[in-house]
């Protein structure tokens, strides 16, 4: 009974949250008075908030409560699943005012893993749906073996290069693209630099910037312990430029 209450006022708070707010979840334009920035930042906050409670609530009531007769199993199953459903809400809100902010100020590694933390929690939710209907399965065994998997993609994928690769995307839809970013990044980002300097060589302050590279890429000492095929052909596209 306390289970059953305490799911009901929570999803009851969430459909009048969801409600009221509809249009400011999944409107295209910025909240009054909010930056990009805050606007992100406040959807994600959001999502970490209700995801930390409702994860809470449900592993709790599902690896604790026995549920008697068929009346109460099945009235729990709806409020868990609802519980999941407005985490799937508020997830999707999140996800689409990151994108907005992305569309607006490019890729960076910060928000690019804000991404793939949402997608992990899309996992995890989908996941604890099926738990709820098919109760012979395992939540911790998933959890920690989806967490496993996330850690090992997050190492093995190449975050630089898809960064990279969308911000350049941006470049050419928007004419928008923060070059002191990319040059932050290792050889990929200097890869990057080189391909728009050859396609534009009047781009601002391009030509400085590889410039000094060039000139740090001379003065470098070749360590074969250090050898990399990827640094070792940025290096040559370097230094073969021509900026006269």
């Given amino acids: 009974v306390i289970v059953v209450t305490i799911l009901l006022l929570l999803n009851s708070v969430y459909l009048l949250f969801t409600i009221i707010q509809f249009t400011y979840f999944f409107g295209n334009s910025l909240q009054a008075g909010l930056t990009y920035a805050e606007y992100a930042r406040k959807g994600f906050f959001e999502l970490i908030v209700v995801t930390l409670v409702n994860w809470t609530v449900l592993f709790s009531s599902l690896v604790m409560v026995k549920e008697k007769g068929i009346k109460v199993d099945r009235l729990l199953k709806v409020m868990y699943s609802l519980l999941i459903g407005f985490s799937a809400v508020l997830l999707a809100s999140a996800y689409q005012r990151l994108s907005l902010y992305e569309s607006a100020y490019g890729f960076t590694m910060d928000r690019v893993l804000a991404h793939a933390f949402m997608v992990f929690l899309f996992i995890i939710f989908a996941y604890t749906f099926i738990r709820v209907w098919m109760e012979k399965l395992s939540l911790v065994h998933f959890y920690l073996i989806a967490s496993l998997l996330f850690y090992s993609a997050l190492n093995i994928m190449p975050l630089e290069k898809i960064i990279v690769d969308n911000n ?34 009047d781009f601002p302050e391009l ?9 740090m890429i001379r003065k470098r000492d070749n360590n074969w312990q250090a050898y990399n095929f990827t640094k070792q052909r940025v290096k040559e596209k370097l230094v073969e430029l021509d900026f006269e």
Avoid: C, W
């Fill in 207 to 215: 030509k400085k910037m590889l410039q000094e590279r060039q000139q």
């Fill in 168 to 201: 350049l995307e941006r470049y050419h839809q928007t004419g928008k693209l923060d070059i002191n970013y990319l040059n932050r990044f290792s050889d990929t980002g200097v890869e990057a630099l080189i391909h728009l300097y050859q396609d534009e060589p």
